[in-house]
């Protein structure tokens, strides 16, 4: 109560000075205050100096005029307990009125007015205003299907009024003033959408949210198939659809005999030329969507040959006794694929690879196709087995190449001889050779010249040193050497002369021994 007394006597007396004395009062101008910060008003006033001067602080928004603070300068300030809460007086300067922390709702019209006690008063008026920019919100309807109108709606409490920037995943779609963004959605659409809002206050964005965009199930269709007899088969059909498709089979004559809802396998019959319809139906919150393939059992894998060592047989083939012979079955080029059995000579074998041993007489082969094969589902060859050539170069025998060539040495051998007989038959006849007649000289004696050796004849030497004995003698073969051909048991004058003189070596042909 003496508070109001004592704001009611001021008053007073400031009226009644004023009317004597003039006062100019100034209040610095305020940039915008952004929410949250402090605003300081300062109120600028003259003359400076005089008895008393008293400064006042209302609230003049709209008109009306409430009283926040009053510093009698160099005396006292103080706020009203109405407004303590939001403002205060600086202590250091008592022209200044601060807000702490300043809120939107503070924002208006504030007039500081001053009197001189003595003198007169004057007033000025400040108005505050705060910015600020709240959380946006975004809204749009989620899912949608594919070709539906999507609207985004971006909204914000914001002094002054904000910008709007949405985007996807990111990127830019719009911005501007409009705080809305229209498409009509496809399935690219998909993403997460955000809304970024901003003034001279700051910029703020909501959280990412996600637009779903719904279509129906897209099949891709399948090229009709050909499998072989008795194949297991597996259908599978590329399918997109969000959200995803559910799936159901059908088919006549197969039966699905995996767990797989999204693919459908069965095993083919082993008649070529049977054909199955296999039917996929997708279906979703969109729509249902329907594809079928057709599947037929034909001859796959091409003709069946029988392989011996990596050859076909063409109708026969040849061994010998005792030969081992391992055949294979291909159909095409693999023995894979398909079933087979053998027939040897008319008996059923059951390995895949058959082998077995050549015996005289031959034998006959058959493969058999039991599924997977193509027509005519059966190859048979004859197998010609001829009896064991001579070894030929075996290991531990003589091979004809050995045989070959001692023979060709014989010949030679036989040649060589036959060329050397010739020669000494032909030195025999032409000159002096060793012969059965005497075991060191082909020599015979002149008759009417016992010291001389003759050339050519087959005269035996004088037998006792006379004439009659030599001729008694003559062509006495003589064979192995004795005394008389060089000496005499005396030299008389009855006897020859039987040595060999120098004359005898000079005029007779070289001895062979």
């Known amino acids: 109560m003496a508070l109001k007394v004592n704001f009611a006597v001021v008053i007073y007396m400031a009226v009644l000075i004023s009317i004597c004395t003039g006062v100019t009062v100034n209040i610095d101008n305020l940039d915008d205050v952004i929410e949250g910060s402090e605003t300081r008003m300062i109120c ?57 922390n300043t809120l939107r709702s503070y924002s208006g019209d504030y007039q500081c007015n001053v009197a001189i006690i003595g003198g007169t008063s004057g007033n000025d008026d400040v108005t505050l205003n705060v910015i600020y920019i709240d959380d946006p919100v975004l809204s749009f309807t989620t899912p949608v299907n594919e070709g539906d109108l999507v609207a985004l709606s971006c909204d914000v409490v914001s002094n002054p009024n904000a910008q709007f920037t949405f985007k996807m995943n990111g990127s830019m ?7 809305t963004y229209t498409f009509t959605a496809n399935r690219n659409d998909q993403g997460s959408y955000t809304c970024e809002v901003d003034n001279n206050a700051g910029t703020k964005a909501t959280a990412g ?82 594809s079928s393939v057709q599947v037929t059992v034909v001859d796959s894998c091409g003709s069946l040959s029988i392989v011996n060592d990596g050859k076909k047989v063409d109708g026969n083939m040849n061994a010998e006794v005792g030969d081992d012979v391992s055949l294979r079955c291909l159909c095409g080029d693999s023995d894979e694929g398909f079933e087979y059995e053998w027939t040897l000579d008319g008996d059923k074998m059951s390995e895949s690879t058959l082998t077995f041993t050549a015996e005289k007489g031959g034998h006959e082969v058959v493969c058999i196709g039991t599924a997977g094969a193509p027509e005519p589902s059966s190859v048979s060859i004859n ?28 010949l030679v051998m036989l040649i060589i001889l036959g060329v050397v007989i010739i ?3 032909k030195s025999r006849d032409d000159g002096p050779s060793k012969s059965a007649d005497s075991a060191y000289m082909d020599v015979t004696w002149d008759t009417k010249d016992p010291n001389r050796v003759n050339q050519g004849k087959k005269t035996a030497p004088p037998s006792n040193g006379t004439k009659e004995a030599a001729k008694q003698d003559a062509y006495h073969p003589y064979d192995a050497p004795d005394d008389r051909a060089y000496s005499r048991p005396s030299y008389g004058s009855e006897d020859y002369n039987d040595r060999p003189d120098d004359d005898d070596y000079a005029n007779s042909m070289p001895v062979t021994v």
Request: charged fraction near 20%; hydrophobic fraction near 40%.
């Open 383 to 410: 197998v010609l087995v001829t009896d064991k050539e001579p070894n030929t170069g075996d290991e531990g025998g003589i091979g004809t190449g050995a045989i070959a060539g001692i023979v060709v040495g014989i």
């Open 44 to 100: 600028n006033y003259s003359p400076t100096t005089g008895s008393t001067i008293i400064i006042r602080w209302s609230n003049v928004t709209g008109g009306a005029s409430e009283s926040i603070a009053t510093t009698v300068v160099g005396v006292s300030k103080g706020v009203l307990a109405a407004y303590s809460a939001i403002f205060s007086l600086d202590p250091n300067d008592d022209r200044v009125l601060v807000i702490a």
């Open 209 to 290: 949210q996600v637009l779903n965009v719904y279509f129906a199930p897209e099949i891709t269709a399948l090229e009709d198939m050909e499998v072989s007899r008795g194949e297991t088969v597996l259908i599978s059909f590329d399918v997109e659809a969000r959200p995803a498709a559910n799936y159901d089979w059908s088919s006549q004559g197969a039966t699905d005999i995996d767990s797989d809802p999204e693919t459908f396998r069965f095993v083919a019959s082993n008649n070529i030329g049977d054909v199955y319809t296999v039917t996929l139906n997708a279906s979703n919150e969109v729509a249902a969507r329907q």
């Open 423 to 425: 020669i000494v038959l």
């Open 173 to 179: 779609l719009q911005d501007g003033g409009l705080s």
